[in-house]
């Protein structure tokens, strides 16, 4: 299974191409793509292009519109539905209303008030370290503030977002995700966003000593874990999850995050101060 990182010019955010292992009948590959952040549509398909992949899905590891901004726009070329836990699917459709920001007005949602001006904690990941830091809106108001600016950087604006085509949620606890020949193994993994789901690719070859890949979303971070102060965040459900789900995981899985430099279960349970 091989995993290419493209990542977003608004937020930062690790969107990534997974590419079968099996090489189908007219010798191409399947892929999935994963979190289509804002501005990834265009390098996702150079990949799929270039390698002539035929993309079976378009997945989401939460609702947050920092993952799912162009989920539209490759679900509309590749013909494929958008995949994402049920508890999050609510959040496709009004991405910055369930965080608090609406879109509908004239002025307000993308207002150049100057709260934008974020002192680098912003964005809808953070290693919840946000005690102290709050203005008197609240995290999610600075979050959107920060988002609006990403989103004006890049040259577009909140009203600018479209939800997919076709939404296709999944459930439970544990669930196979299968798209063509690409098999993910979603685990429910709520607290940063109530559907939070983590994806991990298990190598169909384990000869080699790579117990594959977990991408973790907003979860779980090189040394540090998913906000718990937005909407539909749970900090007790955070910590069941860190405990139950993550502490359960391979240690010798890769982690690609959702923002972020890339690490490994093993290290993150060694030294990431908010685990165990
Ligand atoms: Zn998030």
């Keep these: 299974m091989d995993v290419h990182v493209v990542v977003a010019p608004v937020f930062g955010t690790n969107c990534c191409v997974v590419v079968a292992d099996t090489v189908g009948a007219d010798g ?22 270039d390698q002539d992949l035929v993309p079976r899905a378009v997945l989401a590891t939460h609702g947050h519109v920092d993952h799912t901004w162009d989920a539209a726009e490759l679900c509309a070329r590749y013909g494929v539905p958008l995949r994402i836990h049920r508890l999050d ?112 690719l298990e190598p169909v070859d384990r000869t080699d000593d790579t117990a594959g890949v977990v991408l973790s979303g907003d979860v ?10 937005l909407p539909g965040a749970d900090v007790d ?11 359960r995981l391979d240690p010798g899985l890769v982690v690609v995050p959702g923002h972020g430099p890339t690490t490994t279960v093993r290290r993150e349970l060694d030294t990431n101060p908010f685990l165990g």
Aim: charged residues 20%; contains cysteine; hydrophobic residues 40%.
């Design 28 to 49: 191409r590959r399947d892929c999935v793509v994963v979190d289509a952040g804002a501005g990834t549509a265009a390098q996702v398909d150079r990949v799929v292009s």
């Design 89 to 200: 699917a609510y959040r496709v459709g009004d991405p910055f209303g369930t965080i608090g920001l609406g879109t509908g007005g004239t002025d307000g949602a993308a207002g150049t008030d100057g709260a934008a001006g974020t002192d680098g904690a912003g964005g809808t990941d953070g290693a919840g370290g946000t005690d102290g830091q709050r203005d008197d809106a609240g995290p999610a108001a600075s979050v959107s503030a920060a988002l609006v600016q990403s989103l004006a950087d890049y040259g577009a604006t909140p009203r600018d977002f479209r939800p997919p085509p076709d939404v296709v949620p999944f459930d439970g606890a544990v669930a196979a995700i299968e798209a063509g020949d690409v098999t993910l193994r979603a685990l429910h993994a709520p607290g940063h966003t109530e559907g939070s789901t983590l994806y991990v």
């Design 220 to 229: 779980l971070f090189a040394g540090g874990v998913g906000r718990t102060d």
């Design 237 to 247: 459900a955070m910590l069941g999850t860190l405990r139950d789900v993550v502490g």
